[in-house]
């Protein structure tokens, strides 16, 4: 294959039936203005020729971190198949149509919590954040959670795509694709 995207969709729908946890799971690096790192695990929640989808409080320390410095990495690693994938390129912000469509598709209780959590801020003790969680409850019995105006999705366009596979006696294999114009250079690392 040589177009990322097919593979790295060949290898997503693989995990996707096999591993028993959060197939969906990668590593989320980010970097303040200064270029200290942070790193983090958020969910996949889209991704075709645009790009790669999560979603979060766009009032967080990871929204902080992308404002200041709008480039990100992402890995995606499935110990059970002996597969990584590394993702590093540009951040943007999702459209709002898309952000309220996948709020819409979320849990309840997940939408509330969306409004009570004042995310990555400190917390005096967890009986704050069930009260709060108990007041948007209250506000929002008997109607439709709307997306707080506060959170949203954010799409990694890659300029790389690294795949690794695991290899006898750590030989390795890497393919690494990157953006080239409107396509895409491939070629080979070493282990």
Do not use: C
């Not at 693989?14 to 197939?23: H, I, L, V």
């Not at 020729?49 to 200041?68: D, I, M, P, S, W």
């Not at 959670?145 to 366009?157: C, D, N, Q």
Request: hydrophobic residues 35%.
């Amino acid at each position: 294959m040589t177009d990322p995207f097919d593979l790295f969709r060949a290898w997503y729908d693989e995990a996707r039936g096999t591993e028993p946890n959060d197939s969906n799971a990668m590593a989320l690096a980010t970097a303040d203005a200064e270029g200290r790192p942070s790193v983090r695990m958020v969910l996949l929640k889209g991704h075709d020729a645009r790009g790669f989808v999560f979603y979060t409080n766009r009032e967080g320390r990871k929204a902080a971190e992308l404002a200041a410095n709008p480039h990100a990495a992402l890995l995606f690693h499935w110990k059970s198949l002996r597969r990584q994938i590394r993702i590093e390129g540009a951040v943007a912000h999702v459209s709002d149509e898309e952000s309220d469509a996948y709020f819409a598709s979320r849990s309840r209780d997940s939408q509330l919590g969306a409004w009570a959590s004042d995310q990555s801020r400190p917390l005096d003790e967890r009986a704050t954040f069930e009260r709060r969680f108990d007041e948007v409850s209250r506000r929002f019995e008997g109607k439709t959670v709307p997306r707080p105006p506060h959170w949203g999705g954010y799409r990694v366009v890659p300029e790389r795509i690294e795949f690794w596979l695991d290899r006898a006696h750590r030989l390795h294999e890497r393919r690494l694709f990157v953006r080239d114009g409107s396509g895409w250079r491939e070629g080979l690392l070493y282990p």
